[in-house]
């Protein structure tokens, strides 16, 4: 096993300075700390955390909280996962990742962490994970932006949702299309109420007015009717009620699966009958549905780095100074499921 004096000797400084890189202890140069990495990365060198809390004070650690239901991760969510500990490793954190029952959080939750801050992830309105983080003075960062009453001002990192509706909007209604039903995230979670604000928006822009049977919000995470979201949607607004359909905004891939069965038990066909647009997918599953989905790229990987950049900040890891809110740039996927009426 690789030892600190190793990673002196063939970075060429002294263990102290290996030390400062990996502690943040004292400001090291970027030629330096990038030589120190990179000889750590190829030596798998793995400094001891234990060690350097008793120095430092802090635990090294970050939190990441994840509320949960009966799912497995999406790409969307391994992806970020992958950018937030893959950024947290490169200043020398680890990364404590907490899955939570939603609207189950209980009052010693993350007040009694060993962790210098957390990354929260789907905020709520009112998210009691940020209320106990905010009374506990644990600095943290939400992606998603927080809609908490008690709370003036906090970071986040995000899309910039309602130019992605808007976006969404404009590239179906180019291409002729009114009816357009949308199956939005849970009516709780803030991207939910940005993404339905803009697609009302958008669409009274244009002249169109949106009927109630044409906005959906998923169920609970924990409900029985989550994993099936968007079927009995679509059986029931273009099977039962007969209502007139052009094009189907789908909130994940999860949901435009379900869409594309019911389509398919309608004896409809995509994109002849229905368009289909997805706001959140596996590219790689995008490209391997039949049609192929057109979709929007969010940038999970570069949403979760971002946000341990700015929770470095706020530790002092990062000097300098930071936007307290960062929006990263998304795009349209454009493939086979959406067509010209």
């Given at each position: ?69 009966s799912f497995f ?102 291409r002729g299309h ?164």
């Open positions: 096993m690789a030892k600190i004096d190793d990673v002196a000797r063939l970075a060429k400084v002294s263990k102290g300075t290996v030390s400062n890189v990996f502690s943040q202890k004292r400001p090291t140069s970027n030629e330096v700390r990038e030589r120190v990495m990179s000889v750590s990365r190829q030596l798998n060198y793995v400094p001891n955390h234990t060690a350097r809390s008793l120095v430092t004070k802090k635990t090294m650690a970050i939190g990441l909280t994840i509320p949960h239901g991760f999406s790409a969307f969510h391994t992806q970020f996962i992958n950018g937030v500990i893959l950024e947290a490793s490169y200043y020398g954190y680890r990364v404590l990742l907490d899955i939570i029952p939603l609207q189950q959080v209980k009052t010693p939750f993350l007040t009694s962490y060993p962790i210098d801050g957390a990354v929260v992830m789907r905020p709520t309105t009112n998210d009691e994970r940020i209320n106990l983080m905010h009374m506990g003075q644990i600095p943290f960062v939400t992606v998603g932006h927080v809609m908490n009453e008690n709370i003036e001002h906090s970071s986040s990192v995000d899309n910039d949702n309602q130019q992605i509706m808007f976006s969404i909007c404009e590239y179906l209604m180019d009114k009816d357009i039903m949308f199956l939005n995230a849970n009516e709780l979670m803030t991207v939910s109420i940005d993404r339905r604000d803009s697609f009302i928006k958008a669409m009274n822009e244009r002249g169109l007015d949106v009927a109630e049977h044409m906005i959906h919000h998923k169920p609970d995470l924990s409900s029985s009717e989550y994993l099936d979201y968007g079927y009995e949607e679509t059986m029931n607004i273009l099977g039962k009620q007969k209502k007139k359909v052009t094009a189907i905004i789908a909130d994940d891939d999860r949901t435009a699966f379900s869409v594309l069965n019911a389509i398919k038990d309608l004896n409809l066909s995509v994109p002849g009958d229905i368009s289909i647009f997805v706001i959140c997918g596996d590219h790689s599953m995008m490209v391997q549905s039949n049609p192929s989905l057109t979709s929007m790229d969010l940038q999970p990987s570069e949403l979760g780095a971002q946000s341990v950049r700015i929770l470095m900040h706020q530790l002092g890891v990062l000097p300098g100074d930071f936007a307290e809110n960062v929006i990263v740039e998304s795009k349209i996927i454009e493939r086979n499921s959406c067509s010209t009426i």
